[in-house]
């Protein structure tokens, strides 16, 4: 079965540490037929005035979610549904690519953050998403995360609705959201 080892600079932490062996563990199982529990990573540390790179001493890099929140894929989605789910339009914008776009039910494609708060407001009062939970895939610099839960909210007359079933699939390129894909069954629960 398939043994990974990789050197460190001291100074990760352990959850760092714990995440790294786990997307290993992902990557060799993605790669080959080998049973998880037959997949060994070991992680080597080494003390910082040990290591060396072009002849100069190097310190750890940032791990990547002590960068900003919202470096994991995962976790720029959910900033992203956050700050919509409370209008924070500049922050949601700040995670978007320079090309970003997104589709919803009846939609079609819309490019603006502006244009889809304008183009709900005829749909329904407001809405919350109650996230079941993700899938996501990790290639170099792109990912593809997928959500999936219901939705609670209000229609425009402000007659409550919930339990409506949506997934929202996002693609990444360098950790900056540049496609968002909705579907739901916002159509049939209005009926």
Known sequence: MPVIQVS??????????????????????RSIA????????????????????????????????????GTAPE????????AMEGRD???AERLLDDSFSMVF?????????VDLV????????FVR????????FAEGERATVVCHGELDGEWPDGTPFAGVRFIDRFELHCDRIVR???WNDLALARR
């Open 118 to 125: 304008a183009w709900t407001g005829e749909r329904y009062r």
């Open 105 to 113: 039910p009846g939609s079609g494609e819309m490019t603006r953050l």
């Open 180 to 182: 968002q894909q909705v």
């Open 34 to 69: 080998a049973d998880p529990d037959g997949i060994t990573v070991l992680l080597h540390e080494v003390e910082p005035d040990a290591y060396m790179r072009g002849g100069q001493p190097r310190t750890p890099g940032k791990a990547a979610t002590d960068e900003a929140p």
């Open 8 to 29: 460190l600079i001291r100074g990760y932490s352990a959850e760092l540490k714990q995440r790294l062996c786990a997307r290993l563990t992902d990557a060799v199982r």
């Open 75 to 82: 976790e720029v989605v959910r900033d992203f549904l956050d």
């Open 89 to 91: 339009l500049p922050r």
């Open 129 to 136: 998403k109650r996230i079941a939970g993700f899938d996501s």
